[in-house]
């Protein structure tokens, strides 16, 4: 099953994931963005041009940068209006939630309940670092 992706965001923060999408796997030109308020264009014409354009037997994943965000809001209501229910929103995106989606099953259709995994498989972590105080003074001693 053929899917679409889009990326919005406040700032170039859609353009700069879609650059590392692009880096790391030759995929970017499979992704549009839309990287709002960095002037006054209006991005809602390019968003409902891309609900629209999303056909019946295909899936598409719009990722956005914060849950609530006017960025965010702007995507429910478009597709809420759209009536489809083969667009899946996904906020507070990171670089790991869409290289997992673009990669899971390319060929099949997704489920919520397999988006719902990918996205607590790629959640926001902390990494203890441990500074060794240990000199070589006190080795030898």
Same mark, same amino acid.
């Given at each position: 099953?053929?899917?679409?992706?889009?990326?919005?965001?406040?700032?170039?923060?859609?353009?700069?994931?879609?650059?590392?999408?692009?880096?790391?796997?030759?995929?970017?030109?499979?992704?549009?963005?839309?990287?709002?308020?960095?002037?006054?264009?209006?991005?809602?014409?390019?968003?409902?041009?891309?609900?629209?354009?999303?056909?019946?037997?295909?899936?598409?994943?719009?990722?956005?940068?914060?849950?609530?965000? @006017?960025?965010? %809001?702007? =995507?429910?209501? $478009? *597709?809420?209006?759209?009536?489809? #229910?083969?667009? !899946?929103?996904?906020?507070?995106?990171?670089?790991?939630?869409?290289?997992?989606?673009?990669?899971?099953?390319?060929?099949?259709?997704?489920?919520?309940?397999?988006?719902?995994?990918?996205?607590?498989? @790629?959640?926001? %972590?902390? =990494?203890?670092? $441990? *500074?060794?105080?240990?000199?070589? #003074?006190?080795? !030898?001693?």
């Amino acid at each position: 099953m053929k899917r679409k992706f889009l990326i919005g965001s406040h700032g170039k923060l859609a353009s700069g994931l879609k650059s590392s999408i692009d880096i790391l796997t030759g995929m970017g030109e499979e992704i549009q963005t839309i990287d709002a308020y960095i002037d006054d264009s209006d991005y809602t014409e390019q968003l409902t041009s891309f609900i629209a354009g999303v056909e019946d037997d295909e899936q598409a994943l719009i990722f956005t940068d914060l849950l609530g965000g @006017s960025v965010n %809001q702007k =995507v429910v209501t $478009a *597709v809420m209006n759209s009536g489809k #229910d083969n667009i !899946f929103l996904i906020s507070n995106s990171n670089l790991a939630t869409l290289l997992s989606l673009m990669f899971l099953k390319p060929d099949e259709a997704i489920t919520k309940e397999e988006i719902a995994t990918v996205i607590a498989e @790629s959640q926001v %972590q902390m =990494v203890a670092l $441990a *500074v060794d105080d240990t000199t070589d #003074d006190d080795f !030898f001693n």
